[in-house]
Each structure stands twice: as structure tokens, then as C-alpha cells.
């Protein structure tokens, strides 16, 4: 198995015009499962990618979203009310479609348990101090 992880998967396959790699993502996001090859994009904004890549994704996730952008075709995967809440989310909370639940799901992932910008750095503990 092989995983090709591409942020910013617009600029790779764009919804309109084309790149140098558009086509062949479009041909991994058709047919890459069955030939071993997991394909993982993010983007901000789905309505800026390839259709055929969209179409094909097996779980999307979505968190916060603008409200044009929700009223987006690429979002017809939540119900109305769902794409409502969207346009409120807090950071760290998610919607999420899979296969195995028929309905979005509603998630609040946690927050990493370790600093992950300077000012979070507690200065005067010892984290070697219980050891």
C-alpha cells in the first residue's frame, strides 16, 4: 500500500484549467484503492478541486466553512442542517462522512497534550521532575 498525502490539492488538481499532475491524481482518486494507492488531500475550500477527485473521495471532512461555500455541490453530502452548523463551528470540531455510518457525523477532535506554539510553554516546570 502506498499513500500520497497532498496538502493544498488544488494547486495539484485544479477545477479548472490543468497542472502537471491533474490527470494522474484524477486516476488515483478513480482507481488508486483497487490498485493499492491511498490518496489523502486537504484543502480549504472543496470547490476549488477537480470534480472527479471529489467525487471519488470515500471520507470527507469539512470544519468550519464559509456560507457561500457551503452551499457549495461538493458539501450535497450533508443535510441542510448539517451545512448550517458548519458555517459555526469551533476550531477542532469537525463533520466527517464515511461509509460505515450513513449519516455525518459530528466531531470535536481534542487539542494536541503538548505545546504546540512558544507562548503555551509552561517555563518553570521540570517535565523529568516525577521521574
Known amino acids: ?8 490539492l488544488n494547486k495539484y488538481a485544479p ?9 494522474m491524481l484524477i486516476d488515483i482518486a478513480q ?3 483497487s490498485l493499492g494507492v491511498l490518496l489523502v488531500g486537504a484543502q480549504q475550500t472543496a470547490s476549488r478541486v477537480a470534480p472527479e477527485v471529489m467525487e471519488n473521495a470515500a471520507i470527507k471532512v ?10 457549495r455541490a461538493e458539501y ?6 448539517t451545512r448550517a452548523r458548519a458555517r ?3 476550531p477542532g470540531t469537525m463533520v466527517i462522512s464515511q461509509p460505515a455510518i450513513p449519516v455525518p457525523v459530528v466531531c470535536d477532535f481534542p487539542f494536541p497534550p503538548w505545546a504546540t506554539r512558544k507562548e503555551e ?8 521532575a516525577d521521574i
Do not use: Q, Y
Request: overall charge negative; charged content about 35%; cysteine-free.
Open 1 to 8: 500500500m502506498s499513500v500520497i498525502v497532498l496538502d493544498e
Open 15 to 23: 477545477r479548472e484549467g490543468s497542472s502537471p499532475l491533474k490527470e
Open 121 to 128: 510553554v509552561a517555563e518553570d516546570v521540570d517535565p523529568f
Open 76 to 81: 450535497g453530502w450533508m443535510l441542510p442542517s
Open 31 to 33: 482507481r488508486g484503492r
Open 88 to 90: 459555526l463551528l469551533k
Open 62 to 71: 469539512a470544519g468550519r466553512l464559509d456560507a457561500a461555500e457551503a452551499e
